[in-house]
């Protein structure tokens, strides 16, 4: 395509130098210049006015009605982030998104029409040209109509892929592959979302379990002043303690390094602290609306990786195995056909092994989804009897059957639940959130 732009434009520059004037066009440009004077001669708009009226029945009728617009995520406050708008604000502030939304507008806004009226006119007009020159030059015109015969071919092809609808079918190649691009750079930005999330939950699990360690040292401690226990024992839990510290603060020192890059992607202020907000909860109508086969059918459409393979097989086929196939034929005797026909076989085996995998992780994700629903509920499960545990253990407390320190461990193994059930939440809904990626979109890692 920048070749044949490069060109357009040099052969539009030539034009001009030699001053060339617009002229009538037919509805198919002149192919020699014998061809354009007779054009020039009989130059008719070809275009009755009852073809003009059958073009504009063609044409598809606009919507009655548009479909109704999706509920727009609530904008988020100062320095906080949502993940339901992670897309939105990248598209709006992410540097590698906004070049790529240039391009996608640069193919949607082609004019077909006019480029193909445009170059049937600057078609017609070298073939006049050239009729021109041979016509009052003779030979040295004829020379000069030759030399210009490369810009023909060169508007000629375009004029060509114009009509037979390959122009159309390459801006549409490209537009699918733009936002294709465009869909991975979003679920990067939400995946980096629900990583830091996950560092998040661990560095607060952390902390508890400092608390823990202070309450169990200061035990420690009380035991060596009774002669229980040896100095050495609470020194170890007490370096215990520092390396768990030294790992909090790898941990956090990650996790700003990752919330640094998020700001990036969607336009936040870098040295201003940013909060995330909870995760998504899946919900059982969520889960049970999935339908392996029917997503599964709807995810393989949408996949610009099975699209591209195939296209790549088409593509081969149309272009270099057909041109062997036309100059030597079809018999398997000859080299270079028995040579395109197996890399066509591979091609072909290859598809289909590509299919296979899509297939295959696919339905692992949708297993995994279902395997992570019934962990949360599982969880869930201990959490509701955690709970009752610890209310016995606050009752027995305030009895004065317990100490304190016992309704702390008991507090902690609640906590220690809660962060159970949290973590399967956090899994469910990454798995899940991967899976309607795939369904919709056809981007599929798992």
């Not at 357009?8 to 037919?26: K, T």
């Not at 708009?45 to 063609?58: L, V």
């Amino acid at each position: 395509m920048k070749k044949r732009l490069t060109a357009l434009v040099m052969a539009l520059a030539m034009m001009f130098a030699l001053g060339a004037n617009a002229v009538s066009a037919d509805d198919e440009p002149a192919d020699t210049a014998a061809e354009a004077a007779e054009a020039a001669e009989t130059a008719e708009t070809t275009e009755t006015a009852e073809e003009a009226e059958a073009a504009a029945e063609d044409e598809p009728e606009a919507e009655e009605a548009a479909e109704p617009a999706e509920t727009a995520p609530k904008p988020d406050a100062e320095g906080t982030l949502s993940f339901a708008n992670v897309g939105g604000r990248m598209k709006e502030n992410y540097y590698p998104l906004l070049a790529l939304k240039e391009s996608i507008d640069d193919v949607e806004s082609h004019d077909y029409e006019w480029r193909e009226e445009n170059l049937r006119l600057r078609l017609n007009e070298i073939a006049s040209m050239q009729w021109g020159l041979m016509e009052q030059y003779g030979a040295a015109g004829s020379q000069a109509a030759s030399a210009m015969q490369p810009q023909y071919a060169a508007f000629r092809e375009q004029f060509d892929d114009l009509r037979d609808g390959t122009t159309r079918k390459d801006d549409a190649d490209a537009l699918r592959q733009y936002h294709n691009g465009e869909n991975l750079a979003v679920i990067g930005g939400e995946s980096l979302y629900i990583q830091i999330k996950e560092l998040q939950a661990q560095d607060a699990a952390i902390t508890r379990g400092l608390a823990q360690m202070d309450r169990a040292i200061r035990e420690l401690e009380l035991r060596q002043e009774l002669g229980q226990i040896s100095a050495l024992t609470v020194e170890q839990m007490k370096i215990t303690r520092a390396q768990t510290v030294s790992r909090q603060q790898t941990l956090r020192t990650g996790v700003d390094a990752l919330l640094l890059t998020l700001k990036s992607m969607v336009g936040a202020e870098l040295d201003e602290p940013l909060t995330l907000g909870a995760l998504p909860k899946v919900t059982a109508a969520q889960l049970a609306a999935m339908d392996l086969e029917a997503d599964l059918a709807k995810a393989k459409e949408a996949s610009y990786e099975l699209y591209d393979g195939k296209k790549q097989i088409e593509d081969f086929r149309e272009g270099g195995y057909h041109d062997v196939i036309s100059a030597f034929g079809s018999s398997d005797k000859i080299f270079e056909v028995s040579q395109v026909k197996h890399a066509l076989k591979a091609m072909q085996i290859s598809y289909e092994d590509t299919v296979l995998t899509y297939e295959l992780n696919f339905r692992t994700l949708y297993a995994q989804v279902k395997d992570a629903a019934q962990v949360l509920e599982t969880r869930r499960a201990v959490l509701a009897s955690q709970e009752k545990e610890y209310a016995v253990s606050a009752l027995k407390y305030e009895q004065g059957n317990i100490s304190a320190n016992a309704l702390s461990d008991a507090k902690d193994d609640l906590a220690a639940a809660k962060d159970d059930v949290s973590a399967a939440e956090r899994d469910l809904f990454s798995k899940y959130h991967a899976y309607q990626w795939a369904v919709e979109y056809g981007i599929l890692n798992v």
